[in-house]
Structure formats: structure tokens, C-alpha cells
């Protein structure tokens, strides 16, 4: 019999509110249920206890989880009214115990938390299998990310903006002149042009641990990033490696996580594929040094102006101080960024960032204590250097160096604009200066262009020195300024040169001699009788022109030609008015010359010039008589080097104006001294002694050097557009050009202007601010050289003196109004004159440019652009070609 008594029936009606009513009504309390009693109303009361009570549950939940832990499968008996509607056995006639449901089981939860069957504090704290399950998951989860990302990124390709670099262009000291060619002012070098110390310097104060590691710092970078999340600075997550993935990698400065992420990622699989070499070399190219120096070649010349490869240890700790950057460590100050970065306060910094430098590099081994010893003090650096503009000469010198290079070397225009080339030029700096004050003096003094607009305004000077014994150019005037006045002056002008074309005319005739009249065509080319500068010819003015066999020249349309003198004066006595050769030359004497000139054989007058060193294609109007006078326009630089030529007697060397060049790959071009023998020393001296007449007792004596022995020429051209002076010691050879060019106007009408009136005077001669310009240069330039004399010449040909006798005798006071005119240099000449082609002086004034109008280019690879093409340079400043070389020189 069980304990428990069974409850009346209640009644079957009334549903489970009557059901709770006689529940409630029950009067007497109840014996508490035994031990293991599950699930009937009872268990959840406080029932009367005995001995063996267990304790009341709160709920109904707890209910069922004790009914669980216990075992205890009793049924709840069936409340009044209710048997009816659950359909199971177990009411009060069933065969059950009692009637109701089976405690429902618990699900299990995939994380435990809060913790089930635990109360308070105790329900929130985790467990360890719960911890330990998240770590390994995190970490699992970081190691996924990080393997997919090391897989899905790649090295990218160097970036441009870090190899971009420029040229850097030296004075024929070594000394830097301007680097120039990109933006950014960077020059990359090989690993052995970086000296170990910097690469020590480097690791000791960035990285230790380079040579070792895998590219990345993880302290670092979890530094880093917290930093960065905190919106603080990023300095300290760094390796060498990143800072090169960094700057050179990625290109990219941007403070934020992602590009840290893809900066470390990139940074680890650099580690892994490319050699520590690789990524120093690159570090040290890439990275910013100050004073917008990129790589450490830049640096070592914007600080000490030397070469990467030539740093000591001391210099090489304070320039890898600058790497933290040079505001606050450039020993010159940045006051203008930061007032706090004074002159001072940089240079204490400096110092002790670089004696912090020195003693890691001995504490880590990569320096010994002997050697650290000798740097205590900061290194001896220079004055900061602006960016050299292109202003001045510079540009012009410049432009002259670049076109030489592409057009006589395997350095194209896309070469030297990529950059990188260190290129060493024969300019001298002091030669140059001296030239551009000699112009500027003279042209201050008497060109006044407020004063006399009609006849001081758009006055134009050019020049050129070059060294006979090398060719190299020294010196050159371009103009006012390469950034104002583009058109380099000392190169191609278009400007005649008159009559410093006479040498030519002469070495021809003491070369090859006159020919023979008596005979015919062919054997006269080679029956010839060389001439002495004694030789005779008629100094008449408007002398009649004959060929070489007497007869009258006379142009295609039948036409007599007379050839006049400057000033229209004769010279010689009547009736044969014959003077000698080298008075001729002395007082510039046009119709002695245009004479010889045809006896000679124009042929030979041009391969003469060609051959004492002017280009083919400057060369004008080579079949009329008038070509040995000077109608021809080779650049200032040409006739420098032509008349070197004479200088060194008969060795004819190219003008150039590039020493050598370098890359990080090393040298990739020398210049070799490649002399030809254009004349004799006979011949060439002898020219040589004539000139020297000139300077000494004609033309030229305004060119007279105390102590010196000068030969030269003066050169006027008809309509006084264009005058100069060409001279040489056996030192230096100099051409100086002087010409009225209105480049103001449109291409189509640019026009040489006369000068008459010009500086005051009634007619520009070479003999006069030419000549003067060429005096003050010279006595500057020289200063320093021990004064040399010419050789003396030997005797040379024969004297020529059957001039026939003239068919007319003017006098000097004849006008010039005379039917036909008398075409003397000229780029206007009338009938018989050169044709359009062969008088044009640009490319935009001819219908056949064919090897005439852009004279001095040259280079012996191709003929020269016209005005208004540019290619094959790539660089020049408006003048299409750039003349010399082909395009410059």
C-alpha cells in the first residue's frame, strides 16, 4: 500500500478551473513524498515534513531536471477533470499510477555560455574547454587569412616613382653643374658603388636583425597597428625590407591598416624570393635623404658633393641620421618648415644620431673601435644647393651635352629621359662665366635699345671656344637666356659668315693649287700649281669674275658678274691692281678671293671647309662665285673648331662636349681623341702666319693679345645682317657672331635685320664689338696659360701671278646703283646669285633644304632636321635641330 493517499474523485465537469477550486479547497496538509517522488503538485509544495523530507524544488524546470538526475519515472497523477482529454490510461480506472508527462530533456548548446546549472558570477565566467576552443579557433582563423592573403598577393614591379631619376651634368672639373631630366633627383648605383659602411650604418640603426629575419618585425608591426588604431604614429613597425616594399614596392606612403596588411604580406614574400642584397641596394636608391636628394648618390652629392662610393664611415652615420628625417637633422636648419629646426638644435641632433650610428656599428661588429674613433665630430658638409635652374647658359650647355649624346652615341632621347646617367662634359665653369660677362659688358655699354629702337632691339650675340689639341668645346654664349631665348646662338642661326670663309679658300689653294687654264676640264683637275701666299691676284673692285680658263663667268641666264670690295674700294696700283694673298686677307679683300676661289675650283674651296671640320649641310650657294666670301652659315661652335684646326696644324678634331659617361651599370661612353689630318702642317701653319697679319697689322688689331701671338679673321656680310670674329692661340680657338634676328615674329617671317646704326656706329664690322667681345674673353680665359707661339711655317707652292688685266678700272668712289648688282655675302643676293634653295638660311624659307639653310649640324650620322623638326633630340629648346652633332654639340 502506498504511502501517498490516493485524492478522491473530484467531480467530471466544470474543467480545470473547478479542477483548481477543489485543489484549493483541500483542508488538511500532506505528508511529504518519499525519496525519489517525481513530478505530482505535492513535490512543489511545502508539505509537513518527516525524516527522510528531501527538499522542494522551485519550479517546475528544477522539477524535471531532478526527475532526470534521479531516475525517477512517476507519472504525475491526473488532475480532477482532466483524464478525460489526454486519452491515456492511468485515471482513476486505468491500469497507470497516475496520469500526466514525462519531464522533457535539456538541449545541449554548441557554446555553454552563460554556463547552464551554474548561478551568479559562476554563470558568466567561461570554461576552460570554452577558452581554449576560441584561442585555437582565432589563431586557426589568423593563419587562414594570412595563408589566403600570402597567397592572393604579389611582388609588384619596382615603382616608377622610384626609379625615376635624374642626369646629373658636370663641369669639366667634376664639379656638378645641374642635374636634370625628371622630377625627382635621384641617380640609382649598383651595390658596389655603396660602401659597406653605409650598408652597416643601416641595418645597425634600422635593422639589426636583416640579414636574418623574413622581412617583417611582428613586435613591430603589432606596435604598429595598435598605433595606427589609436590614430598615433606608425615609426617602429618597420624593417628594411618594409620601407623598401614601402617606397619602392608599393609606392605608397598612405598611413592606414590596409596598406600596413599589404605592405607586410608584400614585405614577407620579398623576404622569401629576393636576395638581402637586392632589397639594400634598393633601400638605399629608394629612400628620401633631404634636400630632395632620392638614393644614396643623390645624397652623398647634395651633402659633400662626391660620389656614393668615395663616403667614409663618418659621413656614411650621418647621412643614414638624414633616413630619420632631415627637417630636424640637416645641420643647415629647416626653420621654414619648423621654427624649432634651427641650424643648432639640427646639428646636435645630427651629431648625436650619428655617434648613436657609429656605436651600434661597433657594438654589432661592422666597424672597429680604431676606425670609429676618428668620426667624433659631424663630417664637413656643404651649403645646401637649390635646384640649378636651366636658366642662363646652363640650359644652352645642356641642351649642347644631350643632343651630342643622341646623336653620336648608342644613348637615345628616351635614355636621357628615364635618366640616371651621371654625364661629365668639357665645359669650363670658368670659361663660360668669362664669355657671358665679356657679351654682357659690351652689349650693356652700346646696345641701347630705349635710346634707338630702330637700331638696338632684337641685337643678338653668339659664341663658342674650343681646344685645339682636343676638340673639346670649353666655352660657349647661347643667348640672353636658355629660358627666354630659346634659339641657341652659339649653334645653328642662319647668320653668314662673310669673310672669316677665306681661310678655307686659301688652304684649298696651297693644298691643291690653281688649275691649269691651258688645259682642258679633266687634266686641269689634276695638272695643278700650288699656291704661295705670295701669289698675286687683282684687289680691283667690281672685278669681272672669270673661270679658271679665262673665260667670263657668267650665271645661267648669261649674266656678267662684278664683284665689289667692302667700301667699294680698290686695292693694288692700276692698271692690274694685283696684291699679294696675305694682303688680301689682311684687308679683307673680297675679289682677290672669289677669284682664286674659281681658280681653285668651288669643289675644293667646299671640300677644304668640309675638311678643316664644317658640315656639309651649312655649306650654301657652292656653284655661284660668291660662296668663297662666306654666303654659307656654320654655327659659331664649327668655325671655332675649323679654325682649330689651323691651330693644331692640319689635325682636325670633332668639337664634342661630353668627356664620359656613367650609369649604375658603369661607363657607357668615353670619348676617344680620333684626329684627322685635314692639311699639312705646311699648309696649315701657313694659313696660320696669314691670319696672324690680319690681328697684327689689319682688320683684326682690336683682337691684339699683350704677350700673345693671335691669328683671326674679321667677317662682315652684304646689307651689314651679320659680323664676325674667329681667332685662335695655339691654346684656344674662339668665334664670336653678332647679328640683329627678329625672333618675335611668327616662323614665316623671321628676317635678319640690317645693322646700320647699331651700338652707335655707322656699320657693324667683325672688326668691331665682335672683336672687342673676343679681346676681353680671351685675356680672361687665357690668364693662367703661359703664353705659346705658332710654329713657324716653312715655304709652300708657287707664286701665282698671271692675273689677266681687268676689262675695266672704276674707281672706289663708284655708286652702286649699277644695273647689275654686286652680290659680296649676302643671303639677298641678285642675279646671278645662289637659287632659293641655295640661299636660304631655314628649312621654312626653301623648297629643297637638300644640304643647305641649317649650317654647323653635324655628327656624321644624319643631316640636320629642318627649323621646324625635332626629331632625333627630343630635347632642344626651339630650334628644332640643335645644329652640331647632328643636333648640337
Avoid at 691643291?512 to 699656291?531: F, I, M, Y
Avoid at 705658332?790 to 698671271?802: K, Q, S
Wanted: proline letters at 6%; glycine letters at 12%.
Amino acid at each position: 500500500m502506498s504511502e501517498h493517499r490516493r485524492k478522491p474523485p473530484q467531480p467530471q465537469g466544470g474543467g480545470r478551473a473547478a479542477a483548481r477550486r477543489g485543489q484549493s479547497g483541500s483542508s488538511s496538509g500532506r505528508r511529504a513524498a518519499p525519496r525519489g517522488a517525481t513530478g505530482s503538485p505535492a513535490d512543489y509544495g511545502l508539505g509537513q515534513g518527516s525524516a527522510d523530507e528531501e527538499r522542494s524544488y522551485g519550479g517546475r524546470a528544477d522539477a524535471r531536471r531532478a526527475a532526470q538526475r534521479t531516475g525517477g519515472g512517476r507519472r504525475r497523477a491526473a488532475e480532477p477533470g482532466r483524464g478525460g482529454r489526454r486519452g491515456a490510461p492511468g485515471g482513476p480506472s486505468g491500469p497507470g499510477r497516475g496520469r500526466g508527462r514525462a519531464p522533457v530533456p535539456g538541449r545541449k548548446r554548441l557554446i555553454d555560455y552563460p554556463r547552464a546549472g551554474k548561478y551568479g558570477v559562476g554563470r558568466w565566467v567561461p570554461s576552460w574547454k570554452l577558452v581554449t576552443g576560441l584561442f585555437i579557433g582565432f589563431i586557426g582563423s589568423l593563419v587562414a587569412v594570412a595563408g589566403i592573403g600570402y597567397a592572393m598577393v604579389s611582388i609588384p614591379n619596382v615603382a616608377d616613382a622610384a626609379t625615376a631619376q635624374n642626369n646629373v651634368f658636370y663641369w669639366s672639373d667634376k664639379s656638378e653643374m645641374v642635374a636634370t631630366g625628371g622630377e625627382t633627383n635621384r641617380q640609382i648605383v649598383n651595390l658596389s658603388q655603396i660602401p659597406k659602411a653605409m650598408q652597416y650604418a643601416v641595418v645597425s640603426q634600422e635593422n639589426k636583425t636583416f640579414y636574418t629575419d623574413s622581412g617583417i618585425d611582428p613586435k613591430g608591426i603589432a606596435r604598429a597597428v595598435f598605433n595606427m588604431a589609436r590614430g598615433g604614429a606608425t615609426q617602429g613597425g618597420s624593417t628594411i625590407t618594409q620601407q623598401y616594399v614601402k617606397n619602392a614596392r608599393l609606392d605608397d606612403q598612405s598611413q592606414t591598416i590596409t596598406r600596413k596588411f599589404k605592405e607586410i604580406f608584400i614585405s614577407i614574400k620579398v623576404g622569401a624570393t629576393v636576395s638581402k642584397d637586392e632589397i639594400m641596394k634598393g633601400y638605399l636608391n629608394s629612400a628620401y635623404y633631404g634636400r630632395n636628394a632620392y638614393g644614396i648618390q643623390a645624397a652623398a652629392r647634395a651633402y659633400f658633393n662626391k660620389d656614393s662610393v668615395d663616403l667614409n664611415p663618418g659621413e656614411c652615420a650621418f647621412l643614414a641620421a638624414m633616413l630619420k628625417g632631415a627637417t630636424y637633422y640637416d645641420p643647415a636648419g629647416s626653420t621654414s618648415i619648423d621654427p624649432a629646426a634651427t641650424q643648432e638644435a639640427n646639428s646636435k641632433r645630427a651629431l648625436r644620431q650619428m655617434q648613436n650610428t657609429l656605436d651600434k656599428m661597433v657594438e654589432y661588429h661592422h666597424l672597429d673601435a680604431a676606425t670609429r674613433a676618428k668620426y667624433t665630430r659631424l663630417p664637413d658638409v656643404k651649403n645646401p644647393r637649390s635646384n640649378t635652374a636651366l636658366g642662363g647658359q646652363v640650359g644652352y650647355l645642356v641642351d649642347l651635352a644631350k643632343a651630342y649624346l643622341i646623336n653620336n652615341t648608342n644613348i637615345t632621347a628616351n635614355d636621357l629621359q628615364r635618366g640616371g646617367y651621371s654625364i661629365y662634359t668639357t665645359f669650363d665653369k670658368k670659361k663660360v662665366k668669362a664669355l657671358e660677362a665679356s657679351v654682357k659688358n659690351v652689349q650693356k655699354a652700346n646696345i641701347k635699345p630705349k635710346e634707338r629702337p630702330k637700331t638696338d632691339t632684337h641685337v643678338q650675340f653668339g659664341g663658342a671656344s674650343v681646344d685645339p689639341t682636343t676638340g673639346a668645346i670649353k666655352a660657349i654664349y647661347g643667348g640672353e637666356d636658355a629660358t627666354k631665348h630659346f634659339t641657341n646662338n652659339a649653334d645653328v642661326t642662319g647668320a653668314q659668315v662673310g669673310s672669316t670663309f677665306k681661310p678655307f679658300v686659301l688652304a684649298a689653294a696651297m693644298k691643291w693649287g690653281v688649275k691649269n687654264p691651258s688645259l682642258g676640264p679633266e687634266q686641269a683637275q689634276d695638272e695643278r700649281t700650288q699656291v704661295s701666299p705670295k701669289s698675286l691676284y687683282s684687289g680691283q673692285n667690281k672685278l669681272k669674275i672669270e673661270e679658271y680658263d679665262k673665260t667670263v663667268w657668267k650665271n645661267d641666264k648669261g649674266e656678267e658678274w662684278l664683284q665689289t670690295n667692302d667700301g667699294n674700294e680698290s686695292y693694288g696700283s692700276p692698271p692690274k691692281y694685283q696684291i699679294d694673298l696675305r694682303e688680301a686677307m689682311r684687308e679683307s679683300v673680297n675679289s682677290a678671293y672669289v677669284q682664286l676661289g674659281m681658280d681653285v675650283g668651288l669643289d675644293k674651296v667646299k671640300e677644304a671647309a668640309m675638311d678643316a671640320g664644317l658640315k656639309e649641310n651649312s655649306l650654301a650657294g657652292t656653284s655661284f662665285p660668291s660662296f668663297s666670301i662666306g654666303i654659307s652659315d656654320p654655327s659659331a661652335i664649327r668655325m671655332a673648331g675649323a679654325y682649330a684646326t689651323f691651330a693644331a696644324s692640319g689635325e682636325q678634331r670633332e668639337p664634342f662636349s661630353v668627356t664620359r659617361v656613367t650609369s649604375k651599370d658603369g661607363t657607357v661612353f668615353s670619348h676617344k681623341d680620333q684626329p684627322n689630318e685635314a692639311f699639312t702642317a705646311k699648309v696649315a701653319d701657313n694659313v696660320t702666319d696669314v691670319l696672324k697679319t690680319v690681328v697684327d697689322k689689319g682688320t683684326g688689331t682690336a683682337a691684339q693679345l699683350t704677350g700673345r701671338q693671335v691669328a683671326g679673321k674679321t667677317g662682315t656680310t652684304d646689307g651689314n645682317k651679320s659680323a664676325w670674329f674667329v681667332g685662335y692661340t695655339p691654346q684656344l680657338s674662339t668665334s664670336i657672331t653678332m647679328f640683329r634676328y627678329n625672333d618675335d615674329e611668327s616662323e614665316k617671317n623671321r628676317t635678319f635685320l640690317e645693322m646700320y646704326g647699331t651700338g652707335g656706329q655707322k656699320k657693324i664690322h667683325g672688326a668691331s664689338f665682335p672683336a672687342e667681345i673676343w679681346h676681353d674673353y680671351m685675356a680672361e680665359a687665357l690668364k693662367n696659360d703661359p703664353p705659346k707661339d705658332f710654329p713657324t711655317p716653312e715655304p709652300i707652292g708657287t707664286i701665282v701671278n698671271d692675273v689677266p688685266s681687268p676689262t675695266a678700272v672704276p674707281t672706289p668712289s663708284q655708286s652702286l646703283t649699277s644695273p647689275t648688282p654686286s652680290p659680296t655675302p649676302s643671303e639677298t643676293l641678285t642675279s646671278p646669285s645662289p637659287s632659293a634653295s641655295e640661299s636660304c638660311r631655314f628649312g621654312w624659307q626653301c623648297t629643297d633644304t637638300g644640304g643647305t639653310g641649317t649650317g654647323g649640324a653635324d655628327g656624321g650620322v644624319t643631316s640636320s632636321p629642318t627649323a621646324t623638326d625635332t626629331s632625333g633630340t627630343g630635347n632642344n629648346r626651339g630650334n628644332g635641330n640643335g645644329g652640331l652633332f647632328g643636333g648640337a654639340g
